[in-house]
C-alpha cells in the first residue's frame, strides 16, 4: 500500500482493494463504512471545538486580552473541558414545550451539517461522495439547518426563542438567494457543478483571479451572504444576547446547546470550505501561468494543507468580522439583501455570462 | 464512495447527538422543581400564550424568496450550458432576467421590500 501526499486516490484505492480481497464484500464494506464514519465524527469533533478556541482566542487578541490560558498550554484544552461541563450538565425538562419538536431540533441541525460535509473535497482524493451536482446539494443539504432553528424556537413556547427563530428564518432564506447567486456566477465560468472539475479547472489560477470582476463581486458577496446565513456577526440577530437572551436556543441546556453551538462552527467551517473550493482553488497550489519555477515550488506543499490553510485564513476573515462590525437592525439587514446584494448579483451575473461569452477570462 | 453511501453520514449524526444525549442523561444529575421547569423570562411568570399570530412581515419575505428561489433553481441548468450553447444562452437568459427583474422591481414599488 503506498501512501503518496500528494495524491490520496490511489492510497484509497489500495485500501479499498486490500478490504475486499481479504474479506467478503458485505464485510469489507461494513469495515470501510464504520472506519469513514468514525473518521468523520473525529473530524467533525476536533474541527468543531478548536473552531470555538480559534474565536475564543481570536475575540481575545483583538481586544486586547489574553483569552482562555488556564487548561493545559495557551489553554488549548479549554474547549474540551467545557465540553466535558456541558456533558454533566443537567438537561432540563420544559414544562410548556413541545416535547417531540425539542427534542428532534438538535438532531436536524447537526445532520445537516454532517450531509454537508460528505461532499467537500478536502485533497486530491480525499472526498467523500463526488456528486456530478456537488454545490448544488451542498446548497441544498446546508439549508436544511435553518428547519431546525426554526423547530427549536418555536417548540420551547418561549417568546425570546420564537422571535429569534422568525428573526433567523426571515434572514436564512433571504441571504440563501445571495448565496446561490454568487455560486451561480461561478459556475458558468466553469461550466460543471462538480466539486472535482471545478477544483481542478482552476489549475493554471484560482477563479477569483482568472474570472475578471464579476468573479471578485461574486467573493465578496458571497462572503457577506455566507457570514449572514451562518447567523454570525454581525448578522446574530437570531441571537442577539442583549435583546434576546439567547435567541432560538434560550430554553435548551447541557449538552442540547452545545450540539447548537457546534452546529453554528461547522456551519462556518462549510461556507469556508465552499469559498475556498470555488473561488480560492480548494486543494489546488497557487499557480501563475507560465512561471513553471515558481508554481514547481508551490507543488511542495501538500494539497491538503493548501485547503486547510485557505479554510483558516476564511475562517479568520469571518471572525474579523464578528468583532469589528456592530449589529444590524433586522430591517437594515433585509434591505442589505433585497435592495443591494441581490440586484447586483443578478447585473453580476449578466456580466460573467458576457466575459464568458467573449471569451475574455483566462 | 457512491451516493448511497449518504446514508452513513445521515446515521454519524444521529448516532453523535443520540449518544451523546443518552450518555448526558446517565451521568448529569437530575432534580425536579416547579420553577426550573418553566419558560425562561427573567423569573416572572410569562404572560399569554407564545403561539400567536405574527407579524405578516415574515411571511411577505418567505413568499418573495420562494419566488426567488425557484429562479435560481431555473437558473443553474442554464448556467452549466452557459459555456457551450453561448450566444443563444446570453441572449435568453437576458429575457429571463428582464422578466425577473420586473417581478423585483414590482415587489419593490409595492413596498414590499421595506420592514414595517
Known amino acids: 500500500m503506498e501512501f503518496n501526499i500528494y495524491d490520496l486516490t490511489s492510497f484509497t484505492s489500495s485500501f479499498d482493494q486490500l478490504l475486499m480481497e481479504n474479506l467478503s464484500p458485505f464485510w469489507a464494506v461494513a469495515i470501510e463504512m464504520i472506519l469513514i464514519g ?8 476536533v474541527v468543531g471545538l478548536y473552531l470555538v478556541y480559534a474565536e475564543r482566542k481570536v475575540c481575545a487578541f483583538m481586544q486586547c ?8 498550554p495557551y489553554g488549548f484544552f479549554q474547549t474540551i473541558a467545557d465540553l466535558i461541563k456541558l456533558l454533566m ?4 425538562p420544559i414544562k410548556n414545550a413541545d416535547k417531540l419538536l425539542f427534542n428532534i431540533a438538535p438532531y436536524i441541525v447537526i445532520i445537516a451539517s454532517f450531509m454537508a460535509i460528505a461532499a467537500i473535497p478536502f485533497a486530491k482524493g480525499l472526498h467523500a461522495i463526488d456528486f456530478n451536482i456537488g454545490i448544488f446539494y451542498i446548497m441544498a443539504v446546508s439549508s436544511l439547518g435553518v428547519i431546525g432553528i426554526l423547530i427549536a424556537g418555536w ?9 429569534g427563530a422568525m428573526r433567523s428564518g426571515a434572514q436564512i432564506v ?18 460543471s457543478l462538480q466539486l472535482s472539475t471545478i477544483v481542478e479547472g482552476q489549475r493554471d489560477g484560482w477563479f477569483l483571479f482568472t474570472g475578471h470582476i464579476p468573479a471578485l463581486i461574486a467573493f465578496l458577496v458571497f462572503l457577506v451572504a455566507a457570514t449572514a446565513e451562518t447567523n454570525r456577526g454581525p448578522f446574530d440577530l437570531a441571537e442577539a444576547e442583549s435583546e434576546l437572551t ?45 512561471w513553471e519555477a515558481f508554481n514547481n515550488i508551490m507543488d511542495y506543499i501538500p494539497p491538503f494543507f493548501w485547503y486547510a490553510g485557505k479554510t483558516a485564513f476564511i475562517i479568520w476573515v469571518m471572525m474579523w468580522f464578528k468583532w469589528t462590525f456592530p449589529r444590524l437592525r433586522i430591517d437594515q439587514l433585509l434591505t442589505l439583501e433585497w435592495k443591494y446584494l441581490l440586484p447586483i448579483n443578478l447585473v453580476n451575473i449578466i456580466i460573467m455570462a458576457f466575459v464568458v461569452l467573449m471569451g475574455w477570462h483566462f | 464512495m457512491t451516493s448511497e453511501s449518504l446514508i452513513l453520514f445521515f446515521i454519524v449524526g444521529l448516532v453523535l447527538v443520540g449518544g451523546a444525549i443518552l450518555f448526558s442523561s446517565y451521568i448529569a444529575p437530575t432534580s425536579t422543581n416547579l420553577q426550573k421547569s418553566e419558560a425562561y423570562e ?20 418567505a413568499l418573495l424568496f420562494l419566488v426567488f428561489e425557484v429562479e435560481t433553481v431555473f437558473i443553474f441548468p442554464w448556467a452549466v ?25 414590482y415587489a419593490w414599488k409595492k413596498h414590499a421590500l421595506i420592514w414595517e
Request: glycine share 12%.
Open chain 1, 65 to 72: 486580552r489574553v483569552g482562555p490560558n488556564r487548561v493545559g
Open chain 1, 155 to 163: 417548540s420551547s413556547n418561549n417568546k425570546y426563542s420564537l422571535i
Open chain 2, 42 to 61: 427573567c423569573g416572572v411568570p410569562t404572560k399569554g400564550i407564545t403561539w400567536l399570530q405574527f407579524n405578516v412581515g415574515y411571511y411577505l419575505f
Open chain 1, 174 to 191: 433571504s441571504y440563501e438567494l445571495s448565496v446561490g447567486l454568487s455560486l451561480i456566477t461561478i459556475v458558468i465560468l466553469s461550466g
Open chain 1, 89 to 92: 450538565k443537567e438537561l432540563i
Open chain 1, 38 to 45: 468514525v473518521a468523520i465524527l473525529a473530524f467533525y469533533a
Open chain 1, 246 to 290: 439567547a435567541g432560538f436556543h434560550t430554553e435548551y441546556s447541557g449538552i442540547k446547546f452545545a450540539f447548537f453551538f457546534l452546529a453554528e462552527y461547522m456551519n462556518m467551517f462549510i461556507v469556508a470550505s465552499i469559498a475556498v473550493t470555488m473561488f480560492l482553488g480548494g486543494w489546488m497550489p497557487f499557480h501563475v501561468g507560465g
Open chain 2, 81 to 105: 450550458m452557459m459555456k457551450s450553447m453561448g450566444m443563444v444562452a446570453f441572449v435568453e437568459i437576458l429575457i429571463f432576467f428582464a422578466v425577473l427583474g420586473l417581478g423585483l422591481l
